[in-house]
């Protein structure tokens, strides 16, 4: 049990160097200096994590059933089960770290979305960490449908095999073999729905969204044409979502190696 924990970090760890490698590679005589000092601490999401849940989940039903007042209830856009819809994200079986990372950043402003900055306004540290504990434990069935009318050829090369011919890195090199994410700092993309997934690339690529660790999200999508970004959002739609890492459930078990789910995503066509 325990060296089977030890092989995500010693990957995680190999993929942000790797990563890291690969970002100073492409970046070279631009200025991406920016999104390094914003961000000192590339495992911030690995920490957050490693924090117990301080109000358990009975804690946050209200935060996420009703909200503070009626309107803002996080049920209210993400669907009763985190399903998410349209540009609102699926957050159900996402890794926890990450999750609280992003309401950080949104509540710091390293991340800006209008209706998520309010949301997050008035909550504490704990309410953050036990709402991000709580949507990583939630299995709720696959919503999303490709929106875009992409390529999914075109979208399955770039996430399998990525394509050098213009930089740009398999995504599951770093996302899981199954677009189910990678530890805490890599999140699951199999499932998500293709606008939201689309809106973030085409947010990285003119700078929108600049919190990713290392800038690693910055290099991937400032290769892709818009394109590009429509087939591969459309093809990870199509993949069985992540479900929550547990100890007991295997298929998804706590060190990230979906295999099982590789088949659906080979099969998807
Ligand atoms: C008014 C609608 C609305 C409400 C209410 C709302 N959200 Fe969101 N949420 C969004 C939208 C839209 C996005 C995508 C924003 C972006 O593009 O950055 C989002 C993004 C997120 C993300 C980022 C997910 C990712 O995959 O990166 C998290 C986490 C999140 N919301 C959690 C919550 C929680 C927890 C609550 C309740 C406390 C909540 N949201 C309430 C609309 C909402
Ligand atoms: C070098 C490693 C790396 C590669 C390659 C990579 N990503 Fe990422 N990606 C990350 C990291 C790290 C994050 C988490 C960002 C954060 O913490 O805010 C991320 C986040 C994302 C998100 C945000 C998910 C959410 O729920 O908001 C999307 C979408 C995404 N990546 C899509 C892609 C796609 C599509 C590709 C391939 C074209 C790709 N990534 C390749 C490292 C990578």
Known sequence: MKSGRVFPLLLSALLITVGGGYWLLSSAGTSSADTR???????IAQRY?????????????DLVGSG?????????????GGEGSLNVPRLAGLPA??????LNDYQSGARYNDNMQFVVKGLSSDELI??????????????????????????RQLALEGDWSIDAPACFSC?????????????GLA???????FTQLNDWHNGDRSNSPIGLMKSVA???????????SDYLAGLVPPQPRTEGNAANPVDGSADQAHQSGDNDE
Not at 37 to 43: A, S
Request: aromatic letters at 8%; charged letters at 20%.
């Open 97 to 102: 770290g990450y999750l609280i990372k992003q």
């Open 37 to 43: 000092t914003t961000l000192p601490d590339p495992k």
């Open 49 to 61: 994590a490693e924090k117990p849940n301080p109000l358990g989940d009975e804690g946050v039903a």
């Open 175 to 187: 996302h899981g073999s199954s677009g189910w994410g990678v530890g805490e700092i890599f999140p």
């Open 130 to 155: 036990a709402l991000g504990h709580y949507y990583a434990g939630l299995e709720t069935p696959p919503s999303a449908k490709p929106a875009f009318n992409g390529d999914l050829d075109r979208g």
């Open 68 to 80: 503070s007042n009626d309107e803002w209830a996080c049920s209210s856009c993400h669907g009763e």
């Open 222 to 232: 400032g290769q892709l044409s818009r394109q590009d970004m429509q087939s591969v």
């Open 191 to 197: 499932g998500q729905h293709p606008v939201y997934t």
